[in-house]
């Protein structure tokens, strides 16, 4: 073994669990011959976790993470109302937490719509473009508060903050992508009312299309943007946008492509510096929890996302094409470990 | 006659001008005989205007406007990128000043999928919701700035502004229709995220929900409302949201229902303090505009919003019943005004 890296598992809670188990079976699967051995660590993290010791995600948790080389993680978040959850925020205190602390700046979405896969949409066309969301900033920074709290005056501002540094970096990333893809870039916003984080955006995709003549450059208000997700979704190639609209926007890109069950996501430091995450766009589904019901595909499919952020190219490919594959054959309903095995025989097909 | 309207006609830029002259048409032939007569001032605003005298809206402008007691809008926006309009925000500086200075605290919008109305879906089923989106605060109230303009230093902060006052009217509308509809209200926020200004809106729906047994009252976050509103439409009835969720959401929505070419809008101001506002949901199009191409399905359904609004529910049904025959029974390709034809012939049979 010429290599190790060190892998953090967070199975989280609900299904995040039984589709990591999955996901996990296929990345020992794919790389069971090679010369890069995986060595994992698993994070006991998410709502079972607070329910057990009222912790979020504490320092030590954080230090140790940090020393991986990449995370995969399941999904987190308890049942919605659970009474005993009513003060613990695990999306923000676990799952941005993570994202800002370990600068997750590019989070990566990719939608496809695979051959087979069932979709809403009439006359889906062919679809495949990526969406690169901000992942540090913009709405999501948690810079808000309110005055006279519960009574009939209370005031609850929230700010979006947008740095030229923040932008310009996921920028620069959408546009390398682009180019590596159609050439074609789509930056979506609202700038004819959101003025002021608006123009921050359009100045700074500007600046870098100047140094990507051969990207096409256009821009759409994010309303705009929802309806050619469903009228005509094979226009976009590359989408950049801000925080709070990549997380609109996947959520129904993931849809158009045959439903989140399907899609996968990479929250990438492009620079190393930080262990980058893998997860799937679904939450813990707790309704259907503990019942191997999940599909494990966009799991697994952020072990492909894995695999190439680590430079194992041909195992990604291989995990990617034996999931389009089975999505291709997909007959009578399967337990969540039933699709792993499905998925692994065709890797080793 | 023994009632006198007097209604504001502000016909906009490209398409709005072709669509609002059908709208008055229909306007025209449903009040003919009755016991109302529609006194009505014609308002030029938008790009055109801009371009022609540098104002977006002045002051006398909207003490003009405001003595009136309807506003019946078509679309406002010039071309894309015209280096003209570069500095001009005709959006904010008078559509969105509109609704603010006139306290549009109700954005209405209805979204039904008619009986032949063709639309992306492949099996929609019934589609019949209305969104209450907020409409004079949230992230929409320009409250923003940037320092370090320009510089790589830059920073661009935008403020979302949320107050129980203006929450609770608009929440309490929002029950009201629901309990004359389905009895089922939908708020949709990003609470797990936007904890501050989500809080508040959850906050108060709890509170208005214990006036409103009879009301079922469903949450769901703003990326997860956009996957139902493609895979499960048929599950809304109302629903109440922030005015840039609302934004997102009613244009999705449009495109579900057959395009924003059949979309209708009302900024209610429900106290009567100041007229109400009617507008389809599309923009200008300028790309379309002068050549009688564009739908006028949907300021003509403006109008059904404005009788109604008014209080005269035969005619605003008459309209209605008038354009969903229409749509029921619409063949070869039309101009702008034909169609007006079929949908007056309609009203007259
Ligand atoms: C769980 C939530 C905080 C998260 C987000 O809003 O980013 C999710 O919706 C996503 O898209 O990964
Ligand atoms: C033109 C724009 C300012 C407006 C909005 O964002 O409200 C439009 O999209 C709408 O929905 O009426």
Redesign the interface.
């Known amino acids: 073994m010429s290599r190790v890296v060190k892998l953090a598992v967070i199975p989280g809670d609900g299904i995040g669990r039984e589709v990591v188990a999955q996901a996990e079976r296929v990345l020992d699967a794919v790389t069971a011959d090679g010369d890069v051995a995986f060595e994992k660590t698993r994070f006991s993290l998410g709502a079972g976790r607070y329910l057990e010791t009222g912790d979020t995600l504490t320092d030590d948790d954080l230090a140790a993470i940090r020393s991986h080389d990449a995370i995969l993680l399941g999904a987190v978040g308890g049942t919605?109302g659970d009474p005993r959850l009513k003060d613990a925020?695990i999306?923000?205190g676990m799952l941005?937490k993570l994202r800002f602390e370990l600068d997750h700046y590019v989070n990566l979405r990719p939608s496809k719509l695979f051959a087979g896969a069932p979709?809403?949409?009439?006359?889906p066309g062919e679809i495949d473009f990526v969406v690169v969301r901000e992942g540090t900033e913009g709405?999501?920074v948690?810079n808000?508060?309110?005055i006279?709290k519960?009574?009939?005056?209370?005031?609850?501002?929230?700010?979006?903050?947008?740095?030229?540094?923040g932008i310009?970096r996921v920028v620069r990333y959408a546009f390398e992508l682009a180019g590596r893809r159609r050439n074609k870039l789509t930056l979506v916003h609202?700038t004819?009312?959101?003025?002021?984080?608006g123009?921050?955006w359009q100045?700074i995709v500007e600046q870098v299309a100047s140094e990507h003549p051969d990207v096409v450059v256009d821009?759409l208000h994010?309303?705009?943007a929802?309806?050619f997700l469903?009228?005509d979704p094979s226009r976009f190639d590359v989408i950049v946008t801000d925080n709070?609209f990549g997380?609109?926007l996947?959520?129904?890109a993931?849809?158009?492509t045959g439903?989140?069950g399907l899609a996968a996501s990479g929250n990438i430091n492009p620079d190393g510096t930080f262990p980058s995450m893998f997860e799937p766009v679904h939450g813990s589904a707790p309704d259907i929890a503990g019942q191997e019901k999940a599909d494990p595909t966009a799991a697994i499919l952020s072990v492909a996302l894995l695999l190439d952020h680590l430079g194992l190219r041909d195992e990604a490919a291989r995990v990617q094409r034996a999931v389009e594959a089975d999505i291709a054959d997909r007959s009578t309903p399967r337990s969540t470990s039933e699709a792993g095995d499905a998925i692994i025989a065709r890797l080793q097909a």
Do not use: C, M, Q, W
């Open positions: 919605p925020n999306e923000r941005l979709g809403p949409l009439a006359s709405p999501y948690g808000g508060g309110s006279r519960g009574t009939p005056h209370e005031i609850a501002n929230e700010t979006s903050v947008n740095t030229a540094f310009e609202k004819n009312v959101l003025v002021h984080s123009a921050i100045r821009y994010v309303d705009a929802t309806i469903v009228t709070l997380d609109i996947t959520d129904l993931g849809a158009v439903g989140i």
